[in-house]
């Protein structure tokens, strides 16, 4: 009986699911621009932990949130001036 | 020293004034002292939930404004011993109290009461400033629809920042048939997204539109299942460990189905 129904609703279409789904989406927004100074303190974090495997302009640094159709991604470009020597392995 | 319990939303209409009405009731059916404070000034509500709406001499902006005493203010609900509102004004606006003030009327109510129950505006501002300004706990109402729990995503923060303890959730107007068909986020659903406690489910109930055209909190009536669900919650807020009721026990399509096909679940 259930398998039935699980057919004849696929899991994705039940109207519970999309609105799940949508509240993950809008609540990733929500949440970041609640306290818009947590991406500075991310992007902080960010660049003192990459500078220290390579030399980068962190003027030039943006993070932001972008959002496509299903998904929430975090993206970030962050300029390279120069990479670090790094010890070779023999 | 009684305790101080906020009931807000985010989001209007999602059951706030409801709530409070018959938690407040269901407490004081437990032997407890109770005062509700309608903290909704300018649009008040609770009174006329109450059924009580008759009796207002006195409101809240006139307790904080001096013009009378909280007790001449405190409307005694003849129908259950230890039950007492604090009406909101209805004809000043949100600023005419501070959260100052609010905190001092509370403070004094909770000398004498068990339990004060605040009935929160929709909102963010002032209005539901005022309302967390003197409560101890919140109690964060939502119905399982997507603004709804978005908005109380939103009044969880606010909560959080307000430096009270972490708030509990109440989901109201639960349709255990929709929630079965896969047309309603179920209670896990809205627990997990808002990392929240639960503290109750309430179903939607025709019996609450008929009670409240009364003026008789449902949580008075014996056959109705939101005012059972309405009763557990008051023992749970007074840290009674209370199960949660099964919302199918009057058995949707497919449950009936089932039995009749010697399945059962
Ligand atoms: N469990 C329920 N079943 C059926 N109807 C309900 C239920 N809970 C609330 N309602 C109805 O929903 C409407 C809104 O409820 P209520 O006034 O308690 O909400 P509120 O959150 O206080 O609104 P506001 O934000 O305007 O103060 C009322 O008509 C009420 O009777
Ligand atoms: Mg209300």
Redesign the pocket.
């Known amino acids: 009986m259930l398998d039935l129904l699980n057919k004849v609703f696929p899991k994705d279409n039940r109207s519970k699911d999309i609105a799940k789904e949508r509240l993950r989406l809008v609540l990733v927004h929500d949440r970041a621009s609640v306290a818009p100074q947590f991406l500075e303190h991310l992007k902080g974090d960010l660049i003192e932990v990459i500078s220290r495997y390579m030399e980068i302009d962190d003027k030039g640094t943006e993070i932001n949130l972008t959002s496509g159709e299903e998904s929430v991604a975090l993206v970030a470009s962050i300029p390279i001036k120069r990479m670090k020597r790094h010890a070779g392995t023999w | 020293m009684g305790e101080s319990l906020v009931?807000t939303?985010g989001?209007?209409?999602?059951?706030?004034?409801?709530?409070?009405?018959n938690l407040g009731t269901s407490l004081a059916l437990l032997g407890r002292k109770v005062a509700l404070l309608d903290a909704?000034i300018g649009?008040r509500?609770?009174d006329v939930?109450m059924g009580l709406e008759n009796r207002i001499v006195f409101d809240l902006v006139d307790v904080v404004e001096g013009y009378c005493r909280l007790k001449q203010a405190l409307i005694k609900d003849k129908r259950f011993e230890g039950l007492y509102l604090l009406p909101a004004a209805q004809t000043k606006d949100k600023t005419a109290v501070s959260p100052e003030q609010m905190k001092g009327v509370v403070g004094e109510l909770k000398e004498e009461f068990d339990y004060v129950l605040i009935?929160?505006?929709?909102?963010i501002e002032q209005g539901f400033k005022n309302a967390v300004a003197g409560a101890d706990r919140a109690v964060i109402?939502t119905?399982p629809e997507v603004a709804a729990v978005r908005d109380a995503d939103r009044i969880i923060g606010l909560i959080e920042a307000a430096e009270l303890p972490a708030p509990k959730l109440i989901v109201?107007?639960?349709r255990p048939s929709m929630v079965k068909k896969g047309d309603m986020m179920d209670i896990d659903d809205m627990l997990e997204i808002l990392a929240i406690e639960l503290l109750g489910v309430?179903?939607?109930?025709?019996?609450?539109?008929v009670?409240?055209n009364r003026g008789e909190p449902?949580a008075t009536l014996q056959g109705s299942r939101?005012g059972e669900?309405y009763r557990n919650i008051a023992r749970r807020i007074q840290g009674e460990p209370v199960p949660l009721m099964s919302l199918e026990a009057e058995g949707g399509l497919l449950k009936r189905l089932k039995k009749l096909m010697g399945f059962s679940s």
């Open positions: 009931i939303s989001k209007g209409g999602v059951g706030k004034t409801t709530t409070t009405a909704d649009l509500n609770l939930v009935d929160s505006p929709a909102g109402v119905t109201n107007r639960i309430v179903p939607e109930d025709e019996m609450i539109v009670s409240t449902a939101a669900a």
